[in-house]
């Protein structure tokens, strides 16, 4: 009996086949209809794979390398909902030793303050290019504070008025502090 793995499961989802159709396909026929599309010839649908997205970077990180066993961290935004994973590759395999939550990825979180902060989405230019403008020396230590606080990265620290004023888990954190709780609801634009 052949395991079902999340990717097969994924693959089964409807989409719309245009943008404003209602007809909808599943996501193996699409890609398949596309890529015949693409290429000029005929695609055998059982030959569409789907992989998981931080899979995929470590795979293609791994086998590029050149070394025949190594330590693969592959870290991003999000993806699958995870923001990264930490695997072994050996033999042209990978086993994954670690995976990171959505909650734990420094650029949700990064754009989450970016939406505090009066911006939205896809702003993250307009901050960068006023943190030029900033003194660093007067965040140095909040910033030491932080990096020491980052080596454990099941914990998050929130900030306030330049001070750390929490540190937990997302899950404690959503529950018990309100800075935190503001940062994730949904902001309007």
């Not at 789907?50 to 795979?59: I, N």
């Not at 961290?73 to 030793?97: C, P, T, Y």
């Not at 937990?168 to 954190?173: A, K, V, Y």
């Given at each position: 009996?052949?395991?079902?793995?999340?990717?097969?499961?994924?693959?089964?989802?409807?989409?719309?086949?245009?943008?404003?159709?209602?007809?909808?396909?599943?996501?193996?026929?699409?890609?398949?209809?596309?890529?015949?599309?693409?290429?000029?010839?005929?695609?055998?649908?059982?030959?569409i794979t789907f992989v998981r997205h931080h899979s995929a970077h470590a795979a293609s990180a791994f086998a590029?390398?050149?070394?025949?066993?190594?330590?693969?961290?592959?870290?991003?935004?999000?993806?699958?909902?995870?923001?990264?994973?930490?695997?072994?590759?050996?033999?042209?395999?990978?086993?994954?030793?670690?995976?990171?939550?959505?909650?734990?990825?420094?650029?949700?979180?990064?754009?989450?303050?970016?939406?505090?902060?009066?911006?939205?989405?896809?702003?993250?230019?307009?901050?960068?290019?006023?943190?030029?403008?900033?003194?660093?020396?007067?965040?140095?230590?909040?910033?030491?504070?932080?990096?020491?606080?980052?080596?454990?990265?099941?914990?998050?620290?929130?900030?306030?008025?330049?001070?750390?004023?929490?540190?937990?888990?997302?899950?404690?954190?959503?529950?018990?502090?309100?800075?935190?709780?503001?940062?994730?609801?949904?902001?309007?634009?």
């Amino acid at each position: 009996m052949q395991r079902k793995n999340i990717a097969t499961i994924c693959c089964r989802r409807l989409v719309q086949e245009k943008p404003g159709s209602s007809r909808q396909v599943d996501v193996r026929t699409l890609a398949k209809h596309r890529l015949q599309q693409a290429f000029g010839t005929e695609i055998d649908e059982s030959r569409i794979t789907f992989v998981r997205h931080h899979s995929a970077h470590a795979a293609s990180a791994f086998a590029l390398s050149g070394f025949e066993r190594s330590l693969v961290l592959a870290i991003d935004g999000n993806g699958d909902f995870l923001s990264g994973l930490v695997a072994v590759g050996e033999d042209m395999a990978l086993k994954e030793i670690e995976r990171f939550s959505q909650s734990q990825s420094l650029g949700e979180f990064y754009v989450r303050m970016i939406c505090f902060l009066g911006n939205g989405p896809f702003d993250e230019y307009k901050v960068m290019g006023l943190g030029s403008y900033g003194n660093s020396v007067v965040y140095r230590p909040l910033l030491k504070e932080l990096g020491e606080g980052i080596v454990n990265l099941g914990r998050t620290i929130v900030l306030g008025a330049g001070k750390v004023v929490a540190a937990g888990t997302h899950e404690s954190l959503y529950q018990q502090c309100p800075l935190y709780q503001a940062l994730w609801e949904p902001t309007e634009k």
